[in-house]
């Protein structure tokens, strides 16, 4: 049994992590590239949204390297996500692969007997006791939340590092080295390494740089390539950039909101305009631009992909917000036609924007 | 006081519900006209560009009545059946209504639980409440406008058709005949039937649906795949045609699940949006006829 679970920025890590500690065998299909959104596309509904199709090209890339597991997670509405396991087992079947498809439905859902199968079809691989089961699952959210956690440091300090692009290549580094590590232990070992040496990069506090928030669809805003790595983007430009969902926030979302406590920080800042959950993360999104508000942000920046459809009653609802608040806020829909010059001369002209209302350009003229 | 129902969306379905309920209560019902030209503009005019073409015209319908009605009414609805949604356009409704049409007046805000008479009586009464105090004239408007709906059926059942298809779509797609360019007619003059999902009864539709790896968790979605994929095993029609909406995320599952299903069986699948032209719709329409007469 070789397992594999798709994309989703450094989820990756996570896998390594969780299945060493198992002692299953898994592999880490290529990073999303042109050639797996082709590959992708050419076996996914026209209509379909982005991270479907590069999904797709995961796991037929995947399995070319010999996986035969595949894990995914799933919702149960109303977003088009929680479909998107029946159509790509359709899909894969029609293709002729004979797979495992393990689905993670929520145990309300699903009945915890179906869940506690569907576990068990992964876990009874392992010869490990259920106390090295549960610590693999340890290490594993450890990992997830040190390399959240380095990331949204880089990204912050990139605005005020002395030396130029310094965060950049530390985090480039990091990612390098955590991937080559043997052992879970060893990884986490490099992760805090790599955090502390975060806190010792050289920083010019007089400086004042852009702050952006990144907001919208979870998958493109968290999936680099899904986005033409605009967070890389924003760091070579020196601009501060703060991303809210990210795939640790996600699960500890997934674990509060079985007591009703998750997220209470952007259910109070998102009442006002949404008071409702309408699906995806609809409402985290506009949660997140009124807490940016809030934070001394000088702007926004929503992604989703085209035809999302609660990221759809968002970007109907922000215009509303960037003028109650004086607040910009710039849109981006993200597809397989994407032209990347487009984008950053769309990127570039926000920043400028952003720039002259910082330093009241106009008002000197 | 006069309440505003722009008939658009789901109105096809629940507009005897609405406007009887209304008047009831002392209400004077001002409608917006059926869909048109003038009002499909209004509707892009205001619309976020990424939405699809119901909601759009919904928009529209807005609109065009914002200016005479002091309440207008925005049916959020969430869930009509119990674990299912509608889309999650639906849910947030007034909100992007609000936000997107300048000078709005009032709107009902509250969300529709349809699942059971009892959780329905909560957008009843928090929205009867908004019009008049008196709880026992809510309460019995309520059960006049449902006596009153349960007499209504929705459906096309066209009898006597050599040729029969199936057309299948959300509501507000297949009967609004601005959106679908008339083509019950259109199809009823080239000599083919017509049947609609509401004429298959719920068992074969839940039937249907179980042999699904998950059970889809859109209402419209269900019924969409489980009337057509009934009615092509059991031989009762000739073709399937399917009106979507362009960028619709429920109908680029469901479109793909039918297709899985029903293998090489006749089925044309008409995108509309706010470009269509009508003769090539026409002649899309036509083509498929022909190949189903050469067919059987």
Redesign the interface.
Known sequence: MKIMTPHLGNTYLVTKAIFDSLGIDYIIPEFNSKKSLEIGSMHS?????LPFKLMMGNYIQGIEQGADTIIIT?S?????Y??Y???Q??TLK?LGHNLNFV?L?KPSAIGTKEFLNRISLISSNSKKTTVQKLNALRVGFKVLNLIDKIEAKAHYLAGYEKNKSECKILLNKCKSDAIKSTSPDEMIKILNYYYRKFNSIELSKEKKPIKIAIIGEIYTIIEPFSNLYIEDKLMDYGVSTKRRLTPSWWAKDSFMSVFGLNSLDMRRASNE??P?????H?RECIGETVMATEEGFDGAIQIFP?????E??C???L??ISKDKDFPILTL?VDEMTGEAGYITRIEAFLDLLERRKQNVLSRC | MKVGIPKGLLNYKYSIFLEKFFSELGAEIITSPNTNKQILDEGVKH??N??CLPIKIFHGHVASIKDKCDLMVIP?I?QIAE???????F??LP??IV??IPNMPKVTMA?IYATSKEKLYNWIISTGSMITNNKKRIKEAYYEALAEQSKFKAGIKNEGYKLNIVLIGHPYNVYDNFVNMNIVKKLNKLGIGIITEEFIDESSISDKTKE???K???TF?RTAYGASTYLVENKKINGVIYISS????????V???IK?KIKDFPFLILKVDEHTGESGFDTRIEAFVDMLERKY
């Open positions: 509904p026209e209509d379909m949204c799933g149960c509405g109303p977003c088009r929680g479909e396991c029946e159509l087992i359709n029609k689905v439905d305009y949404l409702l959950y309408i699906g995806g609809a085209m035809g999302c459809m609660p759809i009653v970007k109907a609802l215009p509303t829909v | 619309c976020v990424e939405a959020r969430m674990n299912e949604f509608i889309c999650p356009k849910c947030g909100e992007m936000h997107s969300p699904l790896f998950k889809p968790f859109w979605a362009f960028a619709c995320g429920i109908d680029s599952v479109i793909d699940l899985e």
